[in-house]
C-alpha cells in the first residue's frame, strides 16, 4: 500500500517561517555581538582593564534579567493578542534598542540599553516557534522549527564576521536596520488558525499563568528550564569568557572572543539544524535531547582540561561544543509541545528566556567561586551543576513528537 504524500507547504506558511527565522537570526546576532564587543566596546567608553571583567558581567546579567521580563510579557501577550502582533513588537524594541546600543558614551546608558534590548529579544523566539509549531502540519513540525532555529543561531556567524570587520559602534547600527527592514518586508504572514479558533471564546482562559501552577504543568515547566541550562552555562562561560579561560589554562597564545564566538557559531548553527534532523529520524524530541547532552558534556569537559595547549586546541573543540550544545530548537518545540494552544506563547516566551536568565546564577556561582578554585576549577564545578540539572529535566519531559497541538489547558488537565 502506497503512503500518503506529505502535506504540502503553504504560502503563507512559507511565509511564517521565513518571517519568524529572519527575525530570529537578527535576535542573535545581538546577543552573539555582545559577546565580541563586549572588551572593546567597555575600553572605548573609558574602562581601566582591571573592570572590564566585572562591568561586562554586570552587563550581560541586565540583558539576561531584561529577557527574564520580556518573556513573561511577550509571551502572555503572545496568548492573550496573538502570536503574529508578539512577533513584530519585539523585533521592533529589540531593533531600536540595537540601534541606540551604538551611541552610547557612558556605561550607565550602555546597561539601560542592553536591559531594554534584553526585553525586546526575549519575544522574538517563543513567538516564532509558537506560529511555526501551530500551522505546521504535525508530521515535519520539527523541520519548519529547526529551519528557524538554523537560519537565527547563524545570526551568531554574522555577528562574529562583522565584528571583526567594522568598528563596534557600525556592527550594533547594521544589526538594528536590519531588524527595522525586516519589520517592513514582513513577507505576508499570518496569524495561526488554532490561535484564531480560542481567540474569541469567553470560557478559554488565554496567557493565565495560575494554569501552570498546576502540580503536573509545573514539574513539565521546569523540566523544560532545566533542560537547556547547559546551552547557556557554554555561552555564558566557555565562549563569552574564553579569553579570561584560556589565560587560566595557560594557553600558548591569547584566545581572541570574536574568533571564540565564530567557531561556537558556525558549530551551533550546524547542531541545531543536526539536532532536529536526528530528532525527525529518530521521532523522538527526548532521545534527540539526550544524545546531544552527552555530546556537549564531553566536549566541554576536553576543553576544560586542555592545559597548556594552544589556542588552535579551544576553537577547535569550540564548533563541536556548539554542535552539541545546539539542541536549542529541539527544547524550544518540545516545551511548545507541552503545553495547550491557550498557554502555549507563555511556555514558549518564558521557558526559553528563562533558560537564558540562567546566566545570572551561573556567572554568579562563577564569580563566588573564582577566588576559591581559580577560573577554570569554577567554570569546572559549575558545568557540573549544569548537567546534571539537564539530566533532571530531561528525565523529567514526556515525550511530544507527532503530537496533537489542538488542545486547551483548563483546571484540573486539559480539553
Given at each position: ?14 511565509a ?11 535576535d542573535v546576532?545581538?546577543?552573539a555581538?555582545?559577546s ?7 575600553k572605548?567608553?573609558?574602562l ?13 546579567d ?9 518573556g ?7 496568548d ?41 529579544l526575549a ?13 505546521m ?14 537560519v ?6 554574522a ?14 547600527i ?5 531588524g527595522?527592514l525586516?519589520l517592513?518586508?514582513?513577507f ?18 488565554r496567557?493565565?499563568?495560575r ?22 552555562f ?16 595557560n594557553?600558548?597564545e591569547?584566545?581572541?572572543?570574536a ?6 557559531s558556525?558549530g551551533?548553527t550546524?547542531g ?10 529518530l ?17 566541554t ?6 592545559e ?13 561544543g556548539?554542535?552539541?550544545i ?11 509541545e507541552?503545553f495547550?494552544?491557550?498557554?502555549r506563547?507563555t ?7 528563562f533558560v ?13 567561586l573564582?577566588?576559591?578554585?581559580g577560573?577554570?576549577g569554577?567554570v569546572?564545578?559549575?558545568g ?9 529535566g ?8 507527532g503530537s496533537?497541538l489542538d ?9
Amino acid at each position: 500500500m502506497e503512503s500518503s504524500p506529505a502535506p504540502r507547504i503553504s504560502k503563507p506558511l512559507r511565509a511564517a517561517i521565513l518571517v519568524a527565522a529572519l527575525g530570529y537570526f537578527v535576535d542573535v546576532y545581538d546577543i552573539a555581538l555582545f559577546s565580541i564587543v563586549r572588551k572593546e566596546s567597555l575600553k572605548d567608553l573609558g574602562l581601566p582593564d582591571a573592570e572590564i571583567l566585572s562591568q561586562g558581567i554586570y552587563l550581560l546579567d541586565l540583558q539576561m534579567a531584561g529577557m527574564l521580563l520580556g518573556g513573561i510579557l511577550w509571551g502572555v501577550l503572545g496568548d492573550k493578542w496573538g502570536r503574529l502582533e508578539v512577533l513584530f513588537g519585539s523585533i521592533f524594541v529589540y531593533s531600536v534598542a540595537n540601534l541606540l546600543n551604538a551611541f552610547v558614551t557612558d556605561v550607565p546608558t550602555y546597561a539601560l540599553l542592553r536591559l531594554v534590548a534584553g526585553i525586546g529579544l526575549a519575544g522574538e523566539i517563543g513567538a516564532g516557534i509558537t506560529l511555526v509549531s501551530e500551522i505546521m502540519p504535525k508530521e515535519r513540525r520539527g523541520l519548519g522549527t529547526s529551519i528557524v532555529a538554523t537560519v537565527g543561531v547563524s545570526g551568531a556567524v554574522a555577528a562574529a564576521v562583522v565584528g571583526h570587520v567594522v568598528h563596534w559602534r557600525t556592527a550594533y547600527i547594521i544589526g538594528g536596520v536590519g531588524g527595522l527592514l525586516l519589520l517592513l518586508l514582513r513577507f505576508g504572514a499570518r496569524e495561526s488558525g488554532m490561535f484564531d479558533a480560542v481567540k474569541h471564546d469567553p470560557n478559554v482562559r488565554r496567557g493565565d499563568l495560575r494554569l501552570l501552577f498546576d502540580r503536573s504543568r509545573a514539574k513539565r515547566y521546569l523540566a523544560c528550564v532545566m533542560t537547556g541550562v547547559p546551552m547557556y552555562f557554554f555561552i555564558g562561560l566557555v565562549v563569552t569568557l574564553s579569553p579570561e579561560i584560556g589565560k587560566a589554562l595557560n594557553l600558548t597564545e591569547e584566545v581572541n572572543a570574536a574568533d571564540a564566538v565564530l567557531f561556537y557559531s558556525i558549530g551551533v548553527t550546524l547542531g541545531d539544524l543536526g539536532s532536529g534532523l536526528v530528532s525527525q529520524a529518530l521521532k523522538s524530541r527526548r532521545r534527540a535531547i539526550g544524545w546531544f547532552l552527552a555530546g556537549a558534556a564531553v566536549v566541554t569537559a576536553a576543553i576544560l582540561f586542555g592545559e597548556g595547549r594552544s589556542a588552535t586546541y579551544y576553537y577547535a573543540l569550540l564548533a563541536p561544543g556548539g554542535f552539541f550544545i545546539g539542541y536549542w530548537c529541539v527544547l524550544v518545540t518540545t516545551a511548545a509541545e507541552q503545553f495547550g494552544t491557550n498557554v502555549r506563547s507563555t511556555v514558549a516566551a518564558t521557558v526559553p528566556n528563562f533558560v537564558r536568565g540562567m546566566t545570572i546564577p551561573i556567572t554568579a556561582g562563577f564569580m563566588a567561586l573564582r577566588p576559591h578554585l581559580g577560573a577554570v576549577g569554577a567554570v569546572q564545578a559549575v558545568g557540573i551543576v549544569c548537567f546534571a540539572l539537564a539530566a533532571i529535566g530531561l528525565y523529567g519531559l514526556r515525550e511530544t513528537f507527532g503530537s496533537d497541538l489542538d488542545y486547551v489547558e483548563v483546571d484540573g488537565g486539559r480539553k
